[in-house]
């Protein structure tokens, strides 16, 4: 269905989007569209960011658990 919409179709859904919203009101959407989406970029490196600093962490001790115990 959504397979031959082509250019003429979505120029006619944005029209129809502009008309019955507004233009101020288009252009705050998509800025919070595009808050969320930098947003969720930013969520995505702290948590890759946070599981490297772990994987490091763990890499950097290399004494055996038997030795740990008696210092």
Do not use: H, Q
């Not at 006619?12 to 502009?18: M, Q, S």
């Not at 947003?39 to 962490?57: C, L, M, W």
């Amino acid at each position: 269905m959504l397979n031959n919409i082509g250019i003429p179709g979505l120029i006619l859904i944005a029209v129809v989007v502009l008309v019955l919203f507004g233009k101020g009101k288009v252009s705050s959407l998509m800025g919070e569209v595009g808050k969320g989406i930098t947003s969720f970029k930013k969520g995505i490196k702290d948590g890759t960011e946070e599981i490297e600093r772990a994987s490091a962490d763990s890499a950097r001790d290399v004494t055996p658990e038997s030795e740990k115990d008696k210092a």
